[in-house]
Each structure stands twice: as C-alpha cells, then as structure tokens.
C-alpha cells in the first residue's frame, strides 16, 4: 500500500487504466504518475487517447479496469469533493450560451467553496470582458477566456486543460498559458496540459507524456530528452532513406536526411554510419522532432504487426 505522506506529493495517480467502447481500446493499460507542483504536459496524435484518459481524471468515465486517484480520492465516488478542488477547461465550446458573463460567474461562485471574488474581478479585466456579456456574442477567444475564468478563480489545486488553445487567436493563447503558470505559482498547484502545439508544451510543461493507441509510451523531462536523444544531419550518396542502429525517424529526400539518435540503442560502439552516409551536423533534439521521429516509431511498428510486415508508408 503506498504511504500516506506519498500520495500527498502525488496529484494524480492512474495504474493500469484500460477503457473500450463498443470493442474499440481507447485506454490499454495507462500508468501515469503526476507530482504536486508539476506543469504536465500530455501530447499524442488525434485518437491517442487523452481525452478519455481526462474524462476518467474529471470522473465522467468510470474505470472499466485499473484505478485512478485524483487529489487522493477516487473522482467517481467523491466527484463532489473532487471536482471543487480542480479545475477544467477544454477545446469544446461547453459553456452554457444563454448565459451572460456575470451570470456565470455567480454560479460557479455558488458551486465552489473556494471561489475568490477579488481574483475573478481582476480577470474579467484583465480578459476584457464585462459582466453584461452574453456568452453567445463573444468571440470564441473571449469565450475561452470566460471558460478559463471560472477554471481558475477557484484557484484549484489541480487545473486540466484538454486542448484549450485550439482555433484560437495568439493573445488567447498567450493568456491560457499565462494562466498556467500564474496558477502553478501558487504553492503546490498542478496542471494537467493536453495539447496539439508542441511549442506551448515545451514552453510551459516540466514533464511530457506521448500516447499513441491508448498507451504512454514514453514519459520524460526535457533534461532526460536531451540526455537520450540528438538529431544528425546526414549526406546520404545513393539519395535513399538510411538505415542505420540507434537512429530513428528519418525524415528528408535525395541526398539530405535527418534523424534522431536514440542513445539506449547505440552499441557500445556508438554512432556506426555505413560509408555511404556522411555525418553532416549534430544538433539538439527538439520536442517536437522527438514527436515526430516516437509517434511515427510507434505507427510504423503498428503497420508492421498488422499489414504482415508490410512496412508503412511514413517517411519513418
Ligand atoms: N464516446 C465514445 N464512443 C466511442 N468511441 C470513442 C468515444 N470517445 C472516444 N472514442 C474513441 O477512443 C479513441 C481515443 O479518443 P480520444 O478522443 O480519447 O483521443 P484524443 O487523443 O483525445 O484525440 P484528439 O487529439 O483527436 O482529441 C478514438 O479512437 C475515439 O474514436
């Protein structure tokens, strides 16, 4: 059993996660670990499954198998207790349209005891909205916003973003990931951050976690990146995509490839290019090389097992 002192320092705790719906593996067998305090990002290509991994986080899916424990409680049988102390907001445009700004905010100040009346003043100025505002005449960037808002004018202990910043403008965006940090900022908070843009995980996230087919696959700190992975620039004569033990992900065409070494694989003898493949450059992986080179990895080995061995057609 795990110490009582452990799960404090531990905001959300999934073991063995597996969910289906109608036959179709959503969630296969999910471990996921997030400490108190930390920015978490959550990256996959579309269908991975971190929206269903989030919905058993906020207590809108139950566990089929495995086990989920969000700020210590399970979010099903104490969604009450759980859902007033996070905080969530996601790409769907889900507020309630008839509703003008201020109405809104009345009644999340009704649903959560924590609400901070003085905070919610400064955001609805610092967002340029009003309380007149109706929710159906705003842009969408203002109604995230509003959305945001009530996500955390609670000051939650836990704030989940499941792909907040979709179709929207710079400033809206900037203002999401402002939020992310100011809330983080106060001791001991912790976000949950599930994005398609790559940029804004790398700039705001601690840790990131890559799903591919309802799995995590690989979880790490951008030290532990840079640690395991490079990328090379490579002249290859014959123009025709390398192959080479340890390296990964080749992207490029004729005679210009690059790709990422994953040092685990490398033999104790290092980086072996065959004579046809002159090293060009190293450089610093990027996480969104890492992206591309671990989910086209995964893909590739997926089209290998079902298409008996055809390989796939990605540039992997
Ligand atoms: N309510 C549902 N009924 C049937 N299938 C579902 C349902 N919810 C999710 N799925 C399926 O589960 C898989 C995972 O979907 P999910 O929305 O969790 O992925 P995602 O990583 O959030 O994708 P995206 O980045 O496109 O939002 C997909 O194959 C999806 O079609």
Partial sequence: MTPINALDHVAVEVQNLSRSFRGNVALDGVDLSIPVGSIFGLV??????????????????TAQVGSVRVLGKDPVGNCVDVLARIGYLTEEDSLPQWMRVGELIDFSRAVYRDWDDDYAVKLLDSFGLSRNDRLSSLSKGLRARAGLLVAIAHRPELLILDEPSS????????????????TVSDDGRTVLFSSHLLEEVDRVCDTVALMSTGKIIETTTNDELQERYE???????????????GVFGWQG???EWTGVVDRRNLSTAGLQLPASVKLISKRAITLDRWFAARAGQEASSRNEMTDNGEKGRSNV
């Avoid at 996959?44 to 899916?61: M, P």
């Avoid at 179709?167 to 100011?182: N, S, V």
């Avoid at 490579?234 to 390398?242: A, I």
């Fill in 167 to 182: 179709g929207l403008d710079p400033l809206a965006r900037r203002d999401i990931l402002e939020a992310i940090i100011r």
């Fill in 44 to 61: 996959g290509l579309n269908g991975a499954g971190k929206t269903t991994l989030i919905r058993h986080l906020i207590g809108s899916l």
């Fill in 253 to 255: 065409s004729e005679n």
């Fill in 231 to 245: 990328e090379i620039v490579c002249q290859v004569e014959d123009g025709s995509k390398p192959s080479v033990d």
